[in-house]
Every structure is written in C-alpha cells, then in structure tokens.
C-alpha cells in the first residue's frame, strides 16, 4: 500500500529530526 509506505517515510522524516 503506498498509503503505508508515505506513513512510514513520514515517521523516519519526524523520527531523524527528533534525534538530529
């Protein structure tokens, strides 16, 4: 499902600037 995949992309993107 791309629905999915953009949820996940999205996650890592929010994800990576908590942790930077």
């Not at 995949?5 to 908590?18: D, K, N, V």
């Amino acid at each position: 499902n791309f629905g999915s995949l953009l949820g996940l992309c999205l996650a890592s993107q929010i994800l990576t600037g908590l942790f930077l």
